[in-house]
């Protein structure tokens, strides 16, 4: 009987700590050839891992340079990818994030979270477009680490709420277009998840003359990640995801942390008391106008 053929797949945003690594892990479990790419890969070399004896049912890990902001370095992955042999994917996960340019709508730093719609919609987009093609031989997956912080309208993270909208819509309508080509994708919606992502935002402070100085404690422990719900572990989250996708679905899942409870607050509970009941000890009803000049 002929030998199966070994799955692969390519994990972008891939450094320990987070749902990338863990990602790459369940992956390596199910005996995938796992391709976790990160921006320097030194600080994933703990991933890496040989590929198994003949019998093993588990796969294994290579670590890969990929800046997701970099045609350059897209690239060179692809063709480093082609240099080793591999010449088809079966699932490509978007994972790459990043928070920068938070805080207040009226006071955010626009170069700043230009930088983040970079990641976390271009990169996205930019990833998908150059390894679709490796996809489409094997008929594969396209699993697209998106946010409930995309469905949500929270105040103190609205750039960042806006570039997960983003993401999600763009993966939405990926999906409709693809399918037909016999490509899958799957949204993963993703609550609270334990992660290095809060750490970006341990400097923030309001700049000089915002309006919003008398909730400045409220919006810093929100940009520090003080206010998130309690953290789901990355690596029950990645199993879920991993069944997910093994599973032949495609379209919306709602994975970790409170994910659930926000599909159904959104499908059922009014919109103005899903607000209030979001923005509870956040600040918003503790801010004072301006006196009238």
Known sequence: ?????????????????????????????????????????????????????????????????????????IEKCKAQLKT?????????????????????????????????????????LAVTQAFAPLLMDRKGCILNICSVAGALKLAWQGGYNASKAAATFLSETLRIEVEPLGLRVVTAMVGEVQSQIWQQGDSYKLPEGSYYKSVERFIVDQMEGKKQAKEEPAETVAKSLVDDVLSGMSGQTWRGGQAGAAKNALRFVPSKLFERILHKDRGVDKITAPASK
Not at 1 to 7: E, P
């Open 1 to 73: 009987m002929a030998q199966s053929r070994t799955k692969t797949v390519l994990v972008t945003g891939c450094t320990p700590g987070g749902i990338g690594a863990a990602l790459c892990e369940e992956f390596r479990r199910r005996g995938f050839h796992v391709l976790a790419t990160v921006r320097t890969p030194s600080k994933a070399a703990s991933l890496s891992s040989s590929k198994p004896a003949n019998g093993s049912s588990e796969g294994w890990i290579e670590v890969l340079p990929l800046d997701v902001t970099s045609k350059e370095s």
């Open 84 to 124: 080793n042999g591999i010449d088809g994917l079966d699932v490509l996960v978007n994972n790459a994030g990043g928070i920068a340019g938070g805080g207040p709508i009226l006071d955010m730093n626009i170069e700043e979270s230009k930088k983040m719609f970079d990641v976390n919609v271009w990169g996205l």
